[in-house]
């Protein structure tokens, strides 16, 4: 079974903007959407499949190996972050399994920055068993 994590850096000015942005949120019609989900193309995510972390942007490194399956990718995403610099303070994960949930994360090639306070830092793939 093929498991990606992909990774985003953003910057908010407080974790309830943060929280806001993430979480999905129902018009009146009862449709779902959420400010993330928007920008990334209106995929659709399985919110238990996302983790983020805020933090003071000289910290956003020392908080890596809370994320799941760090273990698999912790020095390359580590690697990425240092040489891409700049005041993040926030690291955003969606993992998805192939064929299953998140499937899109497997079909989109992310690049850049889709929006002014966010940019692609890549994805990671890694096998378990299933």
Not at 60 to 88: A, C, K, M, P
Request: charged share 30%.
């Amino acid at each position: 079974m093929t498991i990606r994590c992909a990774f985003w850096l953003a910057r908010f000015e407080t974790e309830e903007e943060l929280i806001n942005y993430i979480e999905y949120h129902h018009d009146a019609a009862g449709a779902a959407s959420s400010p993330l989900d928007d920008v990334l193309g209106k995929p659709g995510f399985d919110e238990e499949f996302l983790e983020c972390v805020y933090t003071d942007a000289d910290d956003l490194l020392e908080e890596l190996e809370g994320f799941t399956y760090s273990e698999h990718y912790e020095d390359q995403l580590r690697e990425r972050l240092v040489s891409i610099g700049g005041n993040w303070n926030t690291l955003l994960m969606i993992s998805g399994v192939e064929g299953d949930t998140n499937e899109w994360l497997f079909e989109n090639p992310f690049t850049g920055r889709p929006a002014e306070h966010l940019m692609f830092v890549g994805s990671f793939d890694l096998e378990e068993e299933a």
